[in-house]
T-cell receptor
Framework: ETGVTQTPRHLVMGMTNKKSLKCEQHLGHNAMYWYKQSAKKPLELMFVYSLEERVENNSVPSRFSPECPNSSHLFLHLHTLQPEDSALYLC??????????????FGSGTRLTVV | AQKVTQAQTEISVVEKEDVTLDCVYETRDTTYYLFWYKQPPSGELVFLIRRNSFDEQNEISGRYSWNFQKSTSSFNFTITASQVVDSAVYFCALSAMDSNYQLIWGAGTKLIIKP
């Protein structure tokens, strides 16, 4: 497989559930990102991982918990979410962390609905 | 402060018309990078172009062209002879040292091409 793959594509969960989003890249990139895309708002960077270490956490509530077990995989663990957390969650990767010489490669996202 | 403004929320044109998407940016850095991404209905953001602040040459790639004007802090994107497959949301983004090269995103312009 090439590019960035996200699973599941769609997820509906109750506020008391625990679920995880998965992201996988086989591009040999060293950096991976989680973004949140809500309707009519700019993309919000949530987490940045570089060489499997978290380098940025943009004031994201603790009900979102990222995990990067290796340079090819990134997870976002979800628990006790709120309806306002419903959004498209996008994973991206790049050659190096925030290297402006390269663009990011994005996955197709997970459409999350919290009920 | 760094900011990207895409004032056009939605544009609708008939197929084969030319269309220009506007992007205005703000930064105090003298070295910065500008990007355009396309987000089709499938969800993934597709990298289109990167331009650094020292290169004001306009670029053409097939039916796509970009006009970078530092004097007006704009980086506009024109699609010539639009096609239905061009329908998507288009995002402009800025990366500069002042924000640690984190991508600053515009709100996006939804482009609808009618057959």
């Amino acid at each position: 497989e090439t590019g960035v793959t996200q699973t599941p594509r769609h997820l509906v969960m109750g506020m008391t559930n625990k679920k995880s989003l998965k992201c996988e890249q086989h591009l040999g990139h060293n950096a991976m990102y989680w973004y949140k895309q809500s309707a009519k708002k700019p993309l919000e960077l949530m987490f940045v991982y570089s060489l499997e270490e978290r380098v940025e956490n943009n004031s994201v509530p603790s009900r979102f918990s990222p995990e990067c077990p290796n340079s090819s995989h990134l997870f976002l663990h979800l628990h006790t979410l709120q309806p306002e957390d419903s959004a498209l969650y996008l994973c991206a990767s790049s050659q190096e962390d925030r290297d402006p010489n390269y663009g990011y490669t994005f996955g197709s996202g997970t459409r999350l609905t919290v009920v | 402060a760094q900011k990207v403004t895409q004032a056009q929320t939605e544009i609708s044109v008939v197929e084969k018309e030319d269309v220009t998407l506007d992007c205005v940016y703000e930064t105090r850095d003298t070295t910065y990078y500008l990007f355009w991404y396309k987000q089709p209905p499938s969800g993934e953001l597709v990298f289109l172009i990167r331009r650094n602040s020292f290169d004001e040459q306009n670029e053409i790639s097939g039916r796509y062209s970009w006009n970078f004007q530092k004097s007006t802090s704009s980086f506009n994107f024109t699609i010539t002879a639009s096609q239905v497959v061009d329908s998507a949301v288009y995002f402009c983004a800025l990366s500069a040292m002042d924000s640690n090269y984190q991508l600053i995103w515009g709100a996006g312009t939804k482009l609808i091409i009618k057959p």
